[in-house]
């Protein structure tokens, strides 16, 4: 199968204001990601994984290394050029609410990104496509002039998850896209990225601090740590024989409860 995302020897430090001391936030990353598959990279909060996402996507460029879509190396998005925004990687974030605007109507924010990315839609065009992405997602056409304190976090990251929907892109970034829901929608929006990935035929890299979400959803999985990958492979290969005493550690942290508890 063709590779999707080719991420080689990427490194990345940033500077202290006081310029003092550096940080070493990616150490040398390389992994690729076969079309289709779900890649799931785990670590705890400062392990590089949120760094890493940025690159990716565009939106930092790192110290060394290449990033490459579909054979092709990903550049760095203009902050002043929406025209050059990159179309093959979009991001969902870990809070739904904070990525939307709350003044303007969730019709809109997804309708502004279809007329960038699909300048030669008519305007019924346009509406035919908003009202098409928002009920893949599971909102109604006559929710859409709401705003987003008007919708439940579950509902808001749907919206979110429309809107990079209308980029039509091949990647899908999701960083934490469950993390800040309530543990009874979870579940809900699990199993709503999984039926778009196969409707879009999308390729997804999973970032998440929870191995046992992680479990569910991914093909492959890499651990991180301290802005190093310390294992990668596949779920059975990583859970089943792990190499690192950090990747050790994770499992066994993960909660167990016997038929009896």
Same mark, same amino acid.
């Given at each position: 199968m063709a590779l999707k995302l080719e991420v080689t020897n990427v490194s990345k430090r940033y500077v202290s204001k006081s310029k003092d001391r550096t940080i070493q936030a990616l150490s040398d990353i390389t992994f690729a990601v076969e079309e289709g598959k779900i890649l799931g990279i785990v670590g705890e909060s400062g392990c590089g994984k949120s760094t890493l996402s940025r690159i990716i996507a565009g939106l930092?460029? @790192?110290?060394?290394?290449? /990033?490459? &879509?579909?054979?092709?190396?990903?550049?760095?998005?203009?902050?002043? &050029?929406?025209?050059?925004?990159?179309?093959? &990687?979009?991001? /969902?974030?870990?809070?739904?609410?904070?990525?939307?605007? @709350?003044?303007? @109507?969730?019709?809109?924010?997804?309708?502004? &990104? /279809?007329?960038?990315?699909? @300048?030669?839609?008519?305007?019924?065009?346009?509406?035919?496509r908003v009202s098409d992405l928002l009920g893949r997602v599971g909102i109604s056409r006559d929710m859409s002039n709401r705003y987003a304190h008007q919708f439940s976090g579950g509902q808001r990251q749907r919206i979110c998850i429309a809107r990079s929907l209308a980029a039509n892109p091949e990647i899908l970034l999701l960083d934490e896209p469950v993390s800040a829901l309530d543990v009874s929608v979870r579940a809900d929006i699990i199993n709503l990225l999984l039926e778009l990935k196969s409707q879009f035929n999308l390729t997804y890299i999973f970032v998440s601090h929870d191995l046992e979400i992680v479990k569910h959803v991914s093909d492959d999985i890499m651990v991180m740590n301290a802005g190093k990958i310390v294992e990668k492979g596949s779920w059975n290969e990583v859970m089943e024989n792990p190499q690192d005493q950090y990747t050790k550690t994770l499992i066994e942290a993960m909660p167990k409860l016997s038929r009896r508890e």
């Open positions: 930092e460029s @790192p110290d060394t290394g290449t /990033v490459q &879509v579909t054979g092709k190396p990903h550049p760095v998005i203009s902050k002043y &050029v929406l025209k050059n925004r990159q179309r093959t &990687v979009q991001l /969902v974030f870990q809070d739904p609410y904070s990525s939307l605007n @709350p003044r303007q @109507p969730i019709y809109k924010a997804i309708d502004e &990104v /279809v007329a960038i990315y699909q @300048p030669a839609l008519t305007g019924s065009e346009r509406d035919e």
